[in-house]
């Protein structure tokens, strides 16, 4: 965080435990989250990789809830409350607003394709007129390859001339630099925060005059990615990009959020970690190993936890 | 319907009418879904075609209630149940269950894209044992283009042979008549009941052995769709067929749910139909009027409401 109040850095979207009945695992969920806040890394609860869409609306407020009620800081939370029906995403949001949350990471509709930007403005300014807060500051979340329903410029432009103080920022997850490019140079100037969606284009995206990035390796790799966010104007910070990279690159093999479970069952020596709710499925066991391995030969450790070890994921 | 207890013939995913704050009118929803009975139209209410996935889990509950409280009987009714998050897919469709529907229309979860088959498998197992009722009637939602998650063919067959009595039928909507094809020879004999996604294929389908078509266009062309599904036989079946299939060209042209809520509106001469939820918009007066002026040309009625007539839409 910097001197302003907003979200700034890096933010994870942090990976939600299960219980042996695929129920939310709150106790271990604040933990994780206690470790991702003593590497510097923001809570950017209910994302994608935190299979929040295969969560309800009802437990994602129980786990807000219960990580405000833990004492986790509410200026350090970003939850994702962007749902297809607009009241699920009007009483997550406002949850998030009376828990005076930095701010939410809003998906558009997606079950609908190929609809209008009149729809999708529509969509958020439904949401928005019916939160009623103006403390609300929203993150709209592109990320195209998944949601299928893609963010605009054009949109983007419309939202914030109509919402100003609202319309906070984006995470940018198309992958597509040139994107995140435009949005750096046309919106960031007015104060629209620009989130790379991964550590990929952390160094970049600061460069640019972005805000940071929100990044699914931020579970994992999160002091490494943290330091760059900081020391992102010091000759090494190519370097340092260098080696999120290569860590990156351990984990892009593999079905993203399985994998971040694995290294942290592996690390933490916990093997409820490893529970996914369907649609997603663990990593086989040779997938684990694959992965593990990999990270062997890597920068890579998560301080606080423990150091993974060959030997421990083959026992 | 048929001597059997189980759906055939033709159902439509039941348009929802919204009130000017963009409720769900269970008032007029009933009205639509009486007319719809009275056309031999069974009830696939909360489809695409619904803005299901526009509604809350509490809306969709209420809904139901409603129309079970109205009288409606639920052997004609087949809720859509299957939502991203698998606690959701069990409220509703036990709710379903408890009303005694004939049985539930479920996508797959389809927030996560590129899911595997054991994923998609354990999601519907997930929901069926949560459900734990031996009455369950499943049909499985395949719309590939909507859902971006597919239903394949070797997914039925899991399904099947692990769930026999409960896995009870599809809906193709991929509009490829080869699948549907494959579906009807590989899996209709064994009593898993195949729908096709539009009246297009109705015809062929039934020819192949299958249980009808679920349909969004028999909101409004309703009984002569139903009367091909019953004629289906006759000698003039193939020009019924080509007759229904000029009024689907008629509807095509536009986004379909807000077709079918302008020529409804137009019928009834009852504006509160044209209401959509965001992210889906109402046609513009442009498209209202070609499509109105498009469907006076053809053999369309609504018997029952009106008789659209150029001069009332340009009034």
């Known amino acids: 965080m910097t001197s302003t109040d907003h979200p700034r850095g890096v933010l994870a979207p942090v990976v939600t435990p299960f219980t042996d009945d695929l129920a939310p695992d709150a106790g271990r969920l604040v933990r994780h989250c206690r470790w991702l806040l003593d590497q510097d890394v923001g809570l950017a609860v209910f994302g994608t990789n935190s299979e929040a869409n295969s969560l309800s609306v009802a437990e994602k407020i129980e786990l807000l809830d219960a990580l405000v009620e833990a004492g986790l800081p509410p200026s350090r939370l970003m939850p994702g409350t962007g749902c297809c029906a607009f009241p699920d995403t009007v009483e997550l949001t406002r949850r998030a607003m009376r828990h005076r949350c930095a701010g939410v990471l809003m998906l558009p509709p997606f079950y609908y394709k190929n609809v209008t930007d009149d729809g999708l403005f529509a969509s958020y300014a439904e949401v928005i007129e019916r939160v ?35 319309i906070a920022g984006i995470k940018d997850s198309s992958g597509d630099f040139a994107n995140t490019r435009a949005m750096l140079e046309r919106f960031q100037p007015q104060g629209f925060d620009v989130f790379a969606g991964s550590e990929s284009f952390l160094l970049a995206t600061l460069q640019g005059g972005g805000a940071g990035c929100i990044s699914a390796v931020a579970n994992v790799n999160a002091a490494a990615i943290a330091r760059l966010a900081r020391e992102w104007q010091r000759p090494d910070a190519r370097a340092q990009q260098d080696a999120v990279d290569r860590v990156r690159a351990a984990f892009i093999r ?54 993974p070890t060959r030997e421990s994921v083959r026992a």
Chains 1, 2 share one sequence.
């Open 132 to 166: 009623g807060d103006a403390r609300l500051r929203i993150y709209l979340y592109h990320i195209p390859q998944v949601s299928q329903v893609p963010i605009t410029l054009l949109l983007i432009e419309r939202l914030l001339a109509r919402y100003p103080g609202t």
């Open 254 to 307: 593999f079905p993203m959020p399985a994998a971040l479970k694995t290294v942290i069952a592996h690390v933490a020596n916990d093997d409820a970690w490893k529970r996914m709710r369907p649609p997603l499925v663990a990593l086989t066991a040779e997938q684990r190993t694959q992965l593990v391995d990999s990270l062997t030969t890597l920068d890579f450790a998560m301080p606080g936890l423990a150091e």
